[in-house]
C-alpha cells in the first residue's frame, strides 16, 4: 500500500491550501481565519460533523466509515498556529504579515491531515469513526490541553490519537519514532536574586547581586553534571541574564535570569526542580543576598504507547518500505503539547522527514511540499489499518 495515486492528483490543491496558510500565518489562539478555511473545507469535503471553537479556536472534523460495527473511534491532530518570527526566504508565498511566519511547518501538518480528511471522507474505507483535530496554540500556550479541558476526547468519543511533525535533517519520504520518551518536558524558571547596590568603588558596602547571579548561573550546571543519573537526558539552560544597574560604576541591589529545563523523566523532572531551588537559594546566600525562585511547569515529556507506536511504524513501513521507517530513532529535547493528548488517549507521534531545508524555528525554514503526499497516505493507512472493514 505505496503512496497513494490520488495524493498525487490531488498535490496541487492541497499546496495551494498549504501556501495559503503559510501566506496569512496566525499566532497561539488567533487562528481564526485559519480556523475558518480548515472548517470550511472540512464541511466541502462532506464530513458528518464540523464543531468550531473547541479549545477557543480549534477546528474538529467527524467522518464516519462505511461500516460502524467496531464502535472504534481514531484521532488524527494537527497544529494550526506560526510563530513570531520575520521571514526572509523570499518565496511568492512568503508571508503577508510583518513579524509573523510558519516557520515550524504547521501550515505543512495542516494542510497533510486536510489531504488526508479529503481522501477518507470521499472512500470511507473503514469501519468506526475518524476525528480529525485541528488545534491553535501549540507554540506556547498549550492548545492541545485546551481542547481536552474542553471535552475533545469524551465529547468525540476517542480511543486513540495520532500525530505527525515534519523533521528538516531527515529524507523527504522517510519516518522516524520511538517509542516511550520522544520529546522532552519543557519547564520555565525565574530567578531574582536581591542585595544591596552600592558604588562600585566600595564593593565592600555592598552585596554585589551580580557576582551571586553569575554563580548561580555557573552551578545551576551542577545539577547535570552531578545530581542526575548520567543515563538520564537533562538540560538546564539559562536563556536571559540582567540587572537593574544602569552604568559601570554601579553595584546592581537586583539581578534577575530566566531559563528552561528539559527532562525526558517524570522522576528527573522532580528533581531538576528541587535543585534549580535549592541551588539557587543556598548559592545567594553563601553571598550574603537572597534568591527567589519562580518555576513554572510546561509541557510534559511527550511518551509514545508502545502499542500504537507499533501502528504507526506499520502504517508508515506500509506507505514508504520498512527500510525508510527507522522505529527506534534517538529522543529530542525540544517540547511539543501533543504530549497532552497522549496522557489523556494512548497514541503515537512522528517524525516525517522535511529534506535539508532549515532548520524549525529558523526564519529561513520551508516546509517541502513533496512531502505532502507521503504524510496524506500515511494518515490514511493508519485510519484504513486500524479500523479494517471486515469482508
Excluded at 257 to 269: E, H, P
Excluded at 272 to 278: L, P
Excluded at 333 to 351: H, I, N, Q
Amino acid at each position: 500500500m505505496p503512496v497513494r495515486n490520488r495524493f498525487a492528483e490531488l498535490l496541487h490543491e492541497i499546496t495551494e491550501w498549504r501556501r495559503d496558510i503559510h501566506a496569512h500565518p496566525e499566532l497561539m489562539f488567533d487562528c481564526h481565519r485559519t480556523a475558518a478555511k480548515v472548517a470550511g473545507l472540512l464541511r466541502d469535503f462532506g464530513c458528518d460533523e464540523v464543531v468550531e471553537g473547541i479549545g477557543r479556536t480549534g477546528v474538529v472534523g467527524v467522518i464516519r466509515g462505511r461500516a460502524l460495527g467496531s464502535g472504534r473511534v481514531v484521532g488524527l491532530r494537527a497544529d494550526m498556529d506560526a510563530l513570531p518570527i520575520t521571514e526572509i526566504t523570499g518565496l511568492p508565498h512568503a508571508s503577508t504579515v510583518p513579524g509573523k511566519m510558519h516557520a515550524c511547518g504547521h501550515d505543512g501538518h495542516t494542510a497533510i491531515l486536510l489531504g488526508a480528511a479529503k481522501h477518507l471522507a470521499e472512500t470511507r474505507n473503514f469501519d468506526g469513526s475518524v476525528v480529525v483535530v485541528f488545534q491553535p496554540a501549540e507554540e506556547g500556550e498549550a492548545g492541545a490541553l485546551a481542547m481536552i479541558q474542553d471535552g475533545l476526547m469524551d465529547r468525540f468519543g476517542i480511543d486513540e490519537i495520532y500525530g505527525l511533525h515534519n523533521a528538516p535533517g531527515l529524507p523527504v519520504g522517510s519516518f522516524a519514532t520511538r517509542s516511550g520518551p520522544l520529546q522532552a518536558s519543557a519547564d520555565e524558571f525565574r530567578i531574582v536574586v536581591t542585595g544591596r547596590g552600592g558604588h562600585a568603588a566600595e564593593p565592600h558596602r555592598a552585596v554585589d547581586t551580580t557576582l551571586a547571579a553569575c554563580q548561580i548561573v555557573v552551578s545551576l550546571q551542577s545539577i547535570v553534571a552531578r545530581n542526575v543519573d548520567p543515563l538520564h537526558s537533562v538540560v538546564v539552560t539559562v536563556g536571559t541574564f540582567r540587572t537593574d544597574s544602569g552604568a559601570s560604576n554601579i553595584i546592581a541591589h537586583r539581578a534577575e535570569m530566566a531559563g528552561t529545563v528539559r527532562c525526558l523523566d517524570a522522576g528527573m523532572r522532580d528533581l531538576a526542580e528541587e535543585r534549580v531551588k535549592a541551588v539557587a537559594v543556598s548559592t545567594a546566600a553563601a553571598f550574603g543576598a537572597e534568591a527567589e525562585v519562580i518555576y513554572e511547569r510546561g509541557y510534559p515529556v511527550t511518551v509514545n504507547a508502545a502499542e500504537n507506536t507499533g501502528h504507526a511504524v506499520a502504517a508508515a513501513a506500509a506507505v514508504v518500505g520498512p527500510d525508510r521507517v527507522d522505529g527506534n530513532t534517538p529522543p529530542i529535547m525540544p517540547a511539543e503539547d501533543f504530549s497532552y493528548m497522549l496522557e489523556a488517549r494512548p497514541g503515537a507521534y512522528v517524525f516525517l522527514g522535511n529534506g535539508d531545508s532549515a532548520q524549525c524555528h529558523h526564519p529561513a525554514y520551508e516546509f517541502d511540499d513533496s512531502a505532502i503526499p507521503v504524510g496524506c497516505s500515511y494518515f490514511v493507512t493508519l485510519v484504513e489499518q486500524r479500523l479494517p472493514l471486515r469482508s
